[in-house]
């Protein structure tokens, strides 16, 4: 196990490149069950999940190569309909299988991923929606056992408690893919990532209209086809190297991204003091100046992702004022306030919403990461504080940064992967 040691209270400045999205890679990946040909997958993170569901589609039947960013999927022995305990239960993306494994083999046997529960969690819609097509589940033993004679396009409706669910959606719309007849998604996830799930299938040879809207069309075909494919820019990526302009008051030029995917926090951003030049569709210059404070509440696509409430979060730390923020996709969302805490901020927490008094600077202290958005969040925290500051499990960070070490360093900044 291994932690970042962090010198902070350093400008940064010059240019990152932005990676390949992870919460698109990990459904195209999981999509590519959905046919015997080979599939070819680029821009595609060096990351910890992506080695996951990597090792998951292996042990289906496929062989996976991957190598610089680019992945390589063929079918190489009978496809086999069970995702075990033992590699689901490290990624809750990993019940992207469920659809295509339904839809190709009329079977699925899928351990619930890690942390997962039915209830307010969104699992519950994922059930609904493969129950909707045709399917028979049945829960036994900690699995998810789903079975279907054949599956049958129907109007569908995924909205949730807390709106709608990013990988439900893909879920459906995979198994939909292969159906009888035409689906229609209503409360359909609007995400960028939903929309390069749909352009991949289409481009696979599937027939869906409407994604990145809340409805979606699938009309059913009897197989999908070879293709290759580029993988979206990680828009998360994206905006932590925003904050991390603001609150270390850098300039840093960060490329390779889709403004187009970010209109929404780049306006947050620029309300919380970061004066952002936008250099065409794919480039931005971000330069912090004196923090200001925001009241904003997390929410579906268009509008200001959870992933990025972490980040805020410690960029309004320091400001002059108070924040509100209100997380309105996972309430609990905000055990990182805690370890900012430790480090000078003034949060407090009630309910959903968190009340952060801005304060002169923060100062190093050992934290820890809670899970992969938070352990940003605390990265660029310690980079901006004065002294020293240990940050541990950074294994939740390995998820879903990739070479973020590498990335910083190449800016200025000081930090060190050690051994915990």
């Known amino acids: 196990m291994y932690k970042y040691v962090i010198k902070g209270e350093k400008k940064l400045k010059g240019e990152v490149e932005i990676s390949g999205s992870k919460n698109a890679s990990l ?16 821009n595609v993170p060096d990351l910890m999940d992506i080695k996951t569901m990597i090792l998951l589609l292996n042990n289906l039947g496929k062989r996976v190569e991957f190598a610089d960013n680019t992945v390589i999927i063929e079918e190489v022995n009978d496809l086999l309909y069970e995702a075990p305990y033992d590699i689901v239960r490290k990624m809750r ?3 992207a299988v469920l659809g295509p494994l339904l839809a190709r083999r009329k079977k699925a046997k899928v351990s619930f991923p890690g942390g997962c529960a039915i209830g307010p969690r969104p699992i519950d819609i994922h059930l609904r929606g493969m ?3 045709g399917a028979e589940i049945e829960i036994e033993h900690g699995y998810i056992n789903a079975r279907a004679k054949e599956l049958v396009g129907k109007n569908i409706n995924l909205m949730g408690v807390n709106g709608p669910s990013v990988l439900a959606t893909e879920n459906v719309m995979m198994a939909a893919t292969l159906a009888k007849g035409v689906t229609y998604i209503e409360g359909a996830a609007c995400e960028p990532e939903v929309e390069d799930l749909a352009n991949f299938l289409n481009s696979m040879g599937a027939k869906i209209k409407g994604a990145g809207t809340p409805f979606i069309q699938i009309e059913g075909v009897d197989e999908l086809h070879s293709t290759e494919y580029t993988v979206i820019p990680d828009r998360i990526e994206a905006g ?6 603001g609150i270390t008051r850098s300039e840093i030029k960060i ?10 926090p780049i306006e947050i951003f620029s309300k919380a ?3 952002i030049e936008i250099k ?6 971000a330069r912090g100046k004196e923090a200001r404070p925001v009241e904003v509440e997390t929410l579906p696509y268009p509008f200001f992702p959870t992933d990025l409430q972490s980040q805020l979060m410690a960029l309004v730390s320091v400001s002059d004022g108070i924040s509100i923020i209100t997380e309105k996709i996972f309430p609990d969302r905000f055990l990182h306030a805690a370890e900012l805490a430790r480090m000078g901020a003034d949060i407090k927490v009630d309910g959903a919403t968190a009340i952060v008094k801005g304060v002169p600077y923060l100062t190093g202290a050992s934290v820890m990461v809670s899970d992969l958005r938070a352990g940003a969040g605390l990265v660029i925290a310690a980079l901006a504080a004065k002294g020293t500051s240990e940050v541990l499990r950074i294994y939740h960070i390995d998820r879903g940064y990739e070479r973020l070490e590498e990335k910083l360093r190449n800016l200025g900044a000081e930090i060190e992967r050690v051994p915990q």
Do not use: C, Q, W
């Open 93 to 95: 993306a990993s019940i």
């Open 131 to 133: 129950k909707a097509l």
């Open 280 to 285: 065409g569709n794919d480039s931005i210059i």
């Open 240 to 245: 932590t190297f925003i904050a991390l302009a």
């Open 255 to 264: 490329t390779g991204l889709n403004v187009k995917h970010i209109e929404y």
């Open 27 to 42: 459904p195209i990946m999981a999509a590519s069950l959905l046919t015997k040909e080979k599939v070819i997958l680029r």
């Open 273 to 275: 003091g970061i004066e």
